[in-house]
């Protein structure tokens, strides 16, 4: 059975303050997708990023930086100089592929994340 | 905006009754994702539609169908309808299945609160 765990509850931290939000999962299969997805206090949910089990290369996009480790099964999401439009609840989800042509997700409980000004 | 319509924006229902939410995905999107997000169960995938056929189902109670149509607007029919099934859902929209970089344009949801 696959499962996410995002162990912090809520983070707050001060504008411009660098913050990482962790991301655990477990899976016996060994090819599978991370993902990572925000949803600010309005409510829509925004596509961050998606990663293949295959793939370890970090990623950065602006000041959004993702780092994938199998080896701890971790899949970290670190926002550098967070802005008070950070603010969301981020969610880790991971998903397997069914015979290459479905996805199956399951997502962690979320990160609450205040950007106070 | 995402392109990814969702009708209607809010439903309120009473126990017992059926519903049907319907979702259209973004033009050119073949692939359509339905999600339920509520306070007790977190975010849940429910079932995921590829070019009409079924690819993925999770976590999807047996009151609840979906189906992908021709011009690939997708419903999902939740009947006899409880009180923990108010929440919101999601859908979402991709161009494929699952590609490499991939990306996925939600909707707005629909927020359904049985009474």
């Known amino acids: 059975a696959q499962k996410v765990t995002q162990a912090q509850t809520e983070i707050s931290v001060v504008e411009k303050e660098d913050v990482t939000l962790d991301c655990v999962y477990e899976t016996r299969d060994t090819t599978y997708y991370l993902f990572w997805y925000k949803q600010p206090p309005s409510g829509e949910l925004v596509f961050l990023i998606r990663?293949?089990?295959?793939?370890?290369q970090n990623e950065i996009s602006g000041r959004y930086s993702w780092n994938f480790q199998k080896s701890t099964s971790s899949f970290n999401f670190t926002i550098t100089a967070s802005q008070v439009v950070d603010s969301a609840v981020y969610f880790c989800?991971?998903?397997?592929?069914?015979?290459?042509?479905?996805?199956?997700?399951?997502f962690g409980p979320g990160t609450r994340l205040s950007v106070l000004p | 905006d995402s392109g990814v319509t969702q009708t209607p924006k809010h439903l309120i229902t009473a126990t017992g009754q059926r519903v049907t939410l319907r979702c259209s995905p973004r033009s050119g999107d073949l692939s359509v994702y339905w999600y339920q997000q509520s306070l007790d169960q977190g975010l849940q995938f429910l079932i995921q539609?590829?070019?009409?056929?079924?690819?993925a189902k999770g976590n999807i109670l047996e009151r609840f169908s979906a189906q992908q149509f021709p011009d690939l607007h997708s419903e999902l029919n939740l009947s006899s309808l409880e009180l923990g099934d108010s929440a919101l859902y999601f859908c979402?929209?991709?161009?494929?299945?699952?590609?490499?970089?991939?990306?996925?344009?939600f909707g707005p949801g629909t927020r359904l609160l049985v009474l």
């Open positions: 990663r293949n089990s295959f793939d370890e």
């Open positions: 539609y590829y070019n009409g056929e079924e690819r």
């Open positions: 989800a991971l998903s397997v592929s069914k015979s290459g042509y479905g996805q199956n997700f399951v």
């Open positions: 979402a929209s991709s161009v494929w299945a699952g590609g490499p970089q991939e990306t996925q344009y």
